[in-house]
Every structure is written in C-alpha cells, then in structure tokens.
C-alpha cells in the first residue's frame, strides 16, 4: 500500500490569498509529480521532480511553484490565488524504474479560491 | 508524440453486467500500459498494468491484455459491482520513464 500523503484534503480560500499544498511520502522514492485535475475529470502534469534540488514545469502551464528541499516532501504553492485556480490537485511519487515504474497517488486536495 | 485514447462516459450498467472499457495508444517504443481507477473523493489507485506485448493485467476481476498489433488495452469485467463505479484512467508511460501520459478518464455508473 502506498504512504503518500496530502494535506489539507479541502481548501476554501479568498483570492489574492497565498496558500501552499503539502505532500509528504514515506517510501523513499526520489520521483514526485503535482497534477491538476479538471471538473471534466481530465488529468494535466504541472510540476515534477526527479530528487532533492530538482523541479521541472510539466505539460501544463500553471502560476504555481514547487520546491524539493527533502526527498519525503514536495509542496505546492501559489503566491496569489484567484477563482481560476479553482480544481483538486493530485500529488504522486514513483521510484525511478523507467518504463516499469508505477506512481502512486496521495488523495488529493480539493480547492476553491472564492 | 504519446497520446491516449478512451472512450467516453458515462458508462452506465446493471449489477452483475459486462463491462468492456476501450483505450487505444500511440507512441514510440514500447510503452508500459496502466488502467487507474478513481473512487469518489478519493486519489487514484493503480487497478493494473502490462508492460509488454501479450501481458494481461489483472485485478478484482478487472483485466486487460497489451495488445501491440492494435494498440490496445481495453479494460473487462465479467460482472461488475455497485462498488465499482468510479472514473477509471488509461494511461501509459513512455519507454524513457519520463512521463506518465493519461486519457480522459471514463466514468462508470453500477445501479443495483
């Protein structure tokens, strides 16, 4: 079973609010991934690292920023929130096998920028 | 470049029907082939996954088989479940291991 956390599960928050989305693994795994998830259900890559010290924007263009200080730990984070920020975001982690790698996924954070 | 391609929802079923989920794929190489299942409010779980030409995936009754000559990794069921309703994911991940690429998702609805 897959330890991959994520806190808080729901955000409520006003715009022009800075917020930062956390997401904590305990399996040792050097990969970690943000993705955004869209009412349609659609999945887009934002950010994702390969290990300490580094991040890589994904496929999707997005106003947040991410930091890999520690391998467990990979939070997400926007300055300046604003209703289009509006979505549930998906933290995931892999060990780095290539194609035979699996991701595993944390819960999710649902969130609303009123 | 990586695509994939599922069939749309919702999907609606009786308890106890056949369920056939279609996914085709494209890309380079040979790709590793993962069907991810999403319970409401709930992350994605890996639900199966092939990584070669002829591989069947299977789990909870849920399988599919890595089709080469089609490009296909259609999901079955022989009987689904109330408990199965979820959006379930079709994905891929390129031969590098540097993405995982996913379709849209297709939503399943189980009434009993």
């Known amino acids: 079973e897959a330890d991959i956390y994520q806190t808080p599960r729901y955000l409520v928050i006003g715009t022009g609010k800075k917020i930062t989305l956390e997401c904590s693994q305990t399996?040792?795994?050097?990969?970690m991934y943000w993705y955004q998830q869209d009412p349609g259900m659609e999945l887009h890559l934002i950010h994702y690292?390969?290990?300490?010290?580094?991040?890589e924007k994904g496929d999707l263009s997005s106003e947040s920023t991410v930091s890999r200080i520690r391998t467990e730990h990979f939070p997400l984070t926007l300055e300046s929130a604003r209703p289009s920020h509006t979505s549930q975001y998906l933290c995931?982690?892999?060990?780095?096998?290539?194609?035979?790698?699996?991701?595993?996924f944390g819960p999710g954070t649902r969130l609303l920028v009123l | 470049g990586n695509s994939v391609t599922q069939m749309e929802g919702p999907v609606t079923l009786s308890e106890e029907a056949f369920l056939t989920i279609n996914c085709t794929y494209t890309a380079t190489g040979y790709p590793s082939l993962f069907w991810y299942v999403q319970y409401p409010g709930e992350g994605l779980q890996l639900l199966l996954k092939a990584t070669k030409a002829d591989d069947k995936g299977s789990n909870k009754g849920f399988e599919a088989t890595y089709r080469k000559e089609t490009t296909s990794f259609h999901l079955e069921k022989g009987s689904v479940q109330v408990s199965d309703s979820a959006v379930y994911f079709c994905?891929?991940?390129?031969?590098?291991?540097?993405?995982?690429?996913f379709g849209k998702g297709t939503t399943l609805s189980v009434s009993s």
């Open positions: 994905a891929l991940i390129n031969q590098a291991g540097t993405a995982l690429i």
């Open positions: 995931a982690s892999s060990e780095d096998r290539g194609p035979q790698e699996t991701q595993y």
């Open positions: 690292s390969y290990g300490v010290n580094s991040t």
């Open positions: 399996m040792g795994h050097d990969k």
